[in-house]
């Protein structure tokens, strides 16, 4: 192989070793820059539908970054009624190659970065277009991106109050009592109409075929990250929320093609595509404005974006290669 270094299987404990919340915030956000700015050279996330709970498909997402030595590609399976078996509902992934001669390096859990980057999206998107004092936090779901989404959000703003609602209200209880156990005061509702009412900032974090958030429930001034809805034909808002919020999006090109309820709304006419403000990233570039007043309702559809995923792996691959964490195996393509 004329010197070049062995293939690098990366397995979630590594991923565990190396990102903190720090470092993943900061890989996220120069993520979202670089998808608004020019800088990754990236398409939308191509499925492959499956039978079985709404959502359930093959995923491929693929980017290269200008600034990065390593591109490729992340492939999941997305199977949303996993949780309830005690599975991940996201498994697979991230094949990396060098740009220098294509050669393959390393094969990073696409499941546990996954994990991390959606999180981090959602608080980078949340410490621009949220309100600073935002203490008040409802998640929708009581899931693995659930949990990930509270420490994350927690990360960027002095959370003190948690509500918490999901269609098992046990589990839902369950999740309560983790997060008060944590430091948190927790609640969890039985409607989620009372689990928003008091909220600053709203993640929907369910793989739900029909709205679980509607527009007229929504305090004035509530910050809303909605990110469980990865195909279009699933929605987790109503109509009436998508008119009332605005809204900024991690990627346009992947909204417009699965965002489901903001590609109802434009196609019905309840919204014209103007409504969608511009990428977080714009936003993060002082390219266009975030909020505007305190009143304001604000939304960021995440859907995820290949150059997060290929940002993250390239800082993950350094960091493992640097604390001698993997297993290299002899991979001769």
């Known amino acids: 192989m004329n010197g070049e270094p062995q293939f690098l299987l990366i397995d979630k404990n590594a991923i565990r070793k190396i990102l903190t919340l720090s470092l993943v915030l900061e890989a996220t956000e120069a993520a979202l820059r670089k998808s608004s700015n020019g800088m990754a050279r990236q398409e939308i996330r191509r499925t492959l539908e499956l039978p079985g709970a ?66 981090a999206a959602s608080a980078v998107a949340t410490r621009a277009l949220s309100r600073s004092d935002s203490s008040t936090l409802t998640v929708l779901g009581y899931g693995e991106q659930a949990r990930r989404h509270v420490a994350a959000i927690a990360e960027v703003r002095p959370v003190r109050a948690i509500h918490v609602w999901g269609r098992d209200f046990a589990k839902a209880e369950r999740f309560a009592e983790d997060l008060t156990a944590s430091g948190f005061k927790a609640q969890a509702h039985r409607d989620p109409r009372e689990a928003v009412r008091e909220a600053d900032i709203i993640c929907t974090t369910t793989s739900s075929e029909k709205p679980v958030l509607c527009g007229e429930w929504l305090p004035p001034g509530v910050h809303i990250n909605a990110v469980g809805a990865s195909v279009a034909s699933c929605r987790e808002l109503d109509l009436e929320c998508v008119r009332r919020a605005q809204i900024w999006v991690d990627y346009l090109p992947m909204a417009l093609a699965a965002a489901g309820e903001l590609i109802e709304a434009i196609e019905i006419g309840a919204i014209g595509a103007d409504h969608i403000r511009g990428e977080i990233g714009e936003v993060l570039a002082g390219a266009k404005p975030g909020r505007s007043g305190d009143g304001q309702i604000t939304l960021f559809r995440s859907l995820g974006v290949p150059a997060q995923d290929i940002e993250l792996a390239n800082l993950i691959y350094t960091s493992a290669l640097d604390a001698g964490l993997g297993t290299s195996i002899d991979f001769r393509l």
Not at 92 to 117: C, M, N, Q, S, Y
């Open 54 to 119: 709404a959502g359930s498909c093959l995923s491929l997402m693929y980017a290269a970054l200008d600034d990065r030595p390593l591109f490729g590609a992340k492939v999941l399976s997305v199977f949303p009624d996993n949780f309830a078996h005690g599975l991940a509902s996201h498994r697979g992934g991230v094949f990396l190659f060098d740009k220098d001669h294509g050669r393959p390096v390393a094969l990073i859990d696409g499941g546990e970065l996954t994990a991390w980057r959606t999180a």
